[in-house]
């Protein structure tokens, strides 16, 4: 057993753009954005999460707001820990019962080192004991899907960094891609076109704002239109433009379009009777990606596969590691990795 008596059981989404927490017997405690302000001289952290995150763009020089993660990978061992170590501090406050054992979802693609880091922070952090779970295998546990039968299961898990495609079956992984195209590639996008299109400059709040309102990946019963304020890059003022659903679908359609060929890619590498089986079955689309309008009909259109989402698409992830934590001793082998 994984768990033991008087000790919470911890299971962490650590994704790029956000991290969510589930303990044992609560449920979900936190969720919030995996940023941290810190002094640039000295490293210490000055914000964590929420409150970090209302400082991007509005801070002086002496103080940078960074995402100790990129594309699912811990590029900053130190923010990364103090992030992981305020967070769970947070989750489980006035922790008395000794450190939390820890199940961590990253990427498919991440390397033996990249792996070792995430655990690295999990120990620095508190846990006495780290255990790692792909995030497809996490997806699919928290979708529901049936991965212990003979028969093929497709996810696709859409998120900050990374877009995650697996097939699963008989309990193990089949096929996988993991291509690092997602939500902050689809801002960095709009925060492109608009220097090109309108000489504006934008921030990635602002642009994480224009892909929720007027994002799509195939073309919509409605369009909208709506204003967007910036920059002008040539007289350095403050400018306002308007811009539509069509030229905002036209800035993230490479991004869209590097989904779908990871799914492709994927489906190739699957041998033909699991292939027929999703073809039948379907994809199930989790992530925060899944949510940008048309991405379910754009995969339908590109695949001619039935699309199933799920109603919890950003929490799905870290619900299936905490069912991962509840049945240890039965899915124990789908771990990547234990610390």
Not at 124 to 141: D, N, Q, T
Not at 181 to 202: H, P, Q, T
Not at 283 to 306: K, N, Y
């Amino acid at each position: 057993m994984f768990g033991a008596v008087g000790q919470k059981d911890v299971a962490v989404d650590l994704g790029t753009t956000n991290t969510l927490i589930y303990v044992d017997g609560q449920g979900i405690v936190l969720d919030e954005p995996s940023i941290v302000a810190r002094d640039k001289a000295s490293k210490e952290p000055i914000a964590i999460g929420t409150e970090a995150k209302f400082m991007m763009g509005r801070t002086p020089a002496n103080i940078e707001v960074m995402r100790p993660l990129s594309d699912g990978v811990i590029t900053d061992f130190e923010a990364c820990e103090q992030m992981l170590r305020y967070f769970i501090a947070k989750a489980l406050p006035g922790r008395r019962m000794g450190k939390p054992r820890m199940v961590i979802c990253v990427p498919s693609g991440i390397s033996g080192v990249e792996h070792r880091s995430v655990r690295d922070a999990a120990e620095f952090a508190g846990a006495r004991e780290s255990v790692i779970v792909e995030e497809p295998v996490a997806a699919a546990i928290g979708a529901g899907l049936p991965i212990h039968h003979a028969a093929g299961n497709l996810v696709i898990d859409i998120g900050g960094g990374t877009t995650e495609v697996a097939v699963l079956s008989l309990g193990g992984v089949v096929a996988s891609r993991s291509e690092k195209v997602g939500g902050l590639l689809m801002d960095k996008a709009i925060v492109d076109y608009a220097r090109k299109e309108y000489n504006l400059a934008l921030g990635e709040r602002t642009a994480e704002e224009i892909k929720i309102k007027l994002g799509s990946a195939c073309p919509m019963p409605t369009e909208f239109e709506a204003e967007i304020r910036g920059r002008d890059l040539i007289t350095g003022l403050p400018k306002t433009v308007v811009t539509t659903t069509s030229e905002i679908r036209e800035a993230l359609d490479e991004v869209v379009s590097g989904i779908v060929d990871a799914l492709k890619v994927t489906l190739d590498s699957t041998p033909p009777e699991l292939a027929a089986d999703c073809m039948d079955r379907g994809i199930t689309l989790v992530g925060g990606g899944s949510l940008l309008a048309g991405m379910d009909r754009r995969l339908h259109i590109e695949t001619g596969m039935p699309i199933r989402t799920v109603k919890n698409p950003l929490e799905v992830v870290v619900l299936g590691s905490a069912k991962f934590l509840a049945s240890y001793d039965s899915l124990q082998a789908l771990a990547a990795g234990k610390g």
